[in-house]
Each structure stands twice: as structure tokens, then as C-alpha cells.
């Protein structure tokens, strides 16, 4: 890192928001934190400035990158507190979180009349990936606001240009359809071949090696196996994904049946109490609906 590194203001400090202030602030890079629960800064008061507010946080900020819950928490942080009324001219908004086509485009045309740019810039990979700076980051914005702001991806990941701004959440859209559908087919595979007798995690050895074979089947479907849901992406971050497909797809007249079968699981599974178990523990709506657990040879998990 240089002298001439941007300085920058991170909003989210949380699961996905800490590791990744993490891997910048070992990059070089100047900080200002701020988050609304206060103490999740703690860890980084000696490296990077704490604020007390978003306003206060982006004031001198070069880059400002939020990594926030959902649309309605961006909403809050880059308007109703005034994050883009203190943006100086020149700098660049970079939106990390997960939240509307619209939205996004909505914040960049805010940011524009401050004389700032704006890129969405949604990630895949969850936590594993942002503490291993290998985050797949899906970026809309012009392509001149994309290379300024690839210094920090950099760090972070690797980034891939999507088209103008509200793309990258386009992209992220349709990630996690097939994120969501996945986990759900690999679910109802490993409780089917323990039903019938064969040893889940041997099936899912053998599927490994075959056409099925995916990221999600060798982490998720060993998490199901292990019965390990501690979340990495919460079931409850997945069900707002999946309503943002569907609210995008009938804005575009689109219909999308395994998208809404599966948004309808995880909202029975969020409904039965589950909203902070890992997304892949749609497995224990599966088997609440069928009164059956997934075990080794068919027989009861732990």
C-alpha cells in the first residue's frame, strides 16, 4: 500500500463485515469504522478509527463501503442518517450488501448529485470467504467507478464487472437462486438415500466424483452430515434473498416455481424458529415435514 491509498469508512462490522476490515486493514488501508451495535468495532479500536455515526464515519472518507443487513438497513444508514448527505465530492460509495435492483440504482443517482460515484458490489462466498480474501465480488457501475474501486477488491477477492449499476445485485439475484434450489436438492438427496438405507456421507463421497458434484454438496452437505449449522449465512438472510427473486421476477413477469418452492421451505423453516440456523439447515425443515432425521445408514442424527 502507498501513500496514495484511498482512505475509507466501512459500515458493518458484522459476520461477513468484520473479516473483511480485517484483510484491509493487513492490506494498509486507513479506516474509519462504525456499526450500529458499538462494541463489534471493539476488536479493531487500536488499527482504525471508531465513529459514532454514518454521517461522522464518511465525512473524509475517499471510499465508503457498507456491508449491512438488508435494503431497509441501507436505506436507514446511507439516507435516513445521512451517509450520502456528508459524502465529499469525489468520493466512491461502494455497496457490499445484498439489497434491491432498484435500490441500488436509487442510491447511485443520490450519490451522483453529491459528486460521488457508486458501484453495487454484492459478494459470494460467505464468511470462509471473506476471512480468506477469496470473495466472489459481482460489481454494477460504471467502468470507470469499477477500476477505482479495484485496489479494494483486490484485497478482498475477485471482482467481476456485471454491467452498470444494479447488476452486480442482478448477479447476486440469481446466485443465490441457485444457492437456495441447491441446498434444497441436496437436502432431499442424502435424506433419501438414508431413508433408504445407504450411508449419507458415503453417498455423498461418490457424488462428488460425478455430474452432481458442487460447492454445495462438498461443504454444505458435509455441514448436514455433521448436523453443523452454526451460521455462516443465516437461514433468515437466505429467505430475504429469495423474496428479492421473486419481487424481482414479477417486476420482470416472470414466474419461477422452484424459487418460490423453495422460498416457501426456508420461510416454514425461519416460522419453526430457525432464522439464525446456517442456510443449509433446510435440512431440519425437510425432516420436520417428514418426521425423519438424517443419520449415518438411515438411522437418527444426533
Known amino acids: 500500500m502507498t501513500v496514495d491509498s484511498p482512505h475509507i469508512a466501512f459500515l458493518g462490522i458484522g459476520l461477513m463485515g468484520a473479516p473483511m476490515t480485517r484483510n484491509l486493514l493487513d492490506a494498509g488501508f486507513s479506516m474509519v469504522l462504525w456499526n450500529r ?13 471508531i465513529a459514532n455515526s454514518p454521517e461522522q464515519a464518511v465525512r473524509d472518507a475517499d471510499v465508503v463501503i457498507t456491508m449491512l443487513e438488508n435494503s431497509d438497513v441501507v436505506e436507514q444508514v446511507l439516507v435516513e442518517q445521512g451517509a450520502i448527505a456528508a459524502l465529499k465530492s469525489g468520493a466512491l460509495v461502494i455497496d457490499m450488501s445484498s439489497v434491491q435492483p432498484s435500490v441500488a440504482r436509487r442510491h447511485a443517482e443520490l450519490a451522483a448529485e453529491r459528486g460521488a460515484g457508486y458501484v453495487d458490489a454484492p459478494v459470494s462466498g460467505g464468511t470462509v470467504g471473506a476471512a480468506e480474501a477469496r470473495l466472489s465480488i459481482m460489481a454494477g457501475g460504471s467502468e470507470q467507478d469499477v477500476d477505482r474501486a479495484r485496489p479494494v477488491f483486490e484485497t478482498l477477492g475477485k471482482c467481476t464487472r456485471i454491467g452498470p449499476v444494479g447488476s452486480g445485485q442482478l448477479a447476486k439475484l440469481a446466485n443465490q437462486a441457485i444457492v437456495g434450489i441447491t441446498i434444497g436438492a441436496v437436502s432431499e438427496a442424502l435424506l433419501l438415500a438414508a431413508k433408504g438405507g445407504a450411508d449419507p456421507a458415503a453417498v455423498r463421497e461418490a457424488l462428488m466424483g460425478g ?50 418452492q423453495v422460498h416457501n421451505e426456508y420461510q416454514s423453516l425461519v416460522a419453526n424458529g430457525h432464522s439464525d440456523v446456517d442456510h443449509s439447515g433446510l435440512l431440519l425443515e425437510l425432516e420436520h415435514l417428514n418426521g425423519a432425521l438424517l443419520g449415518s445408514l438411515g438411522k437418527p442424527g444426533k
Request: hydrophobic share 40%; with cysteine.
Open 37 to 49: 451495535t458499538a462494541r463489534k468495532c471493539d476488536p479493531f479500536k487500536d488499527e482504525a478509527t
Open 211 to 260: 455430474f452432481a458434484g458442487s460447492r454445495i454438496l462438498e461443504l454444505h452437505g458435509q455441514r448436514m452430515i455433521d448436523r453443523d449449522f452454526a451460521p455462516g449465512a443465516p437461514a433468515r438472510i437466505q429467505l430475504k434473498d429469495l423474496r428479492m427473486i421473486l419481487d424481482e421476477a414479477r417486476a420482470e413477469n416472470l414466474t419461477l416455481p422452484l424459487a418460490q
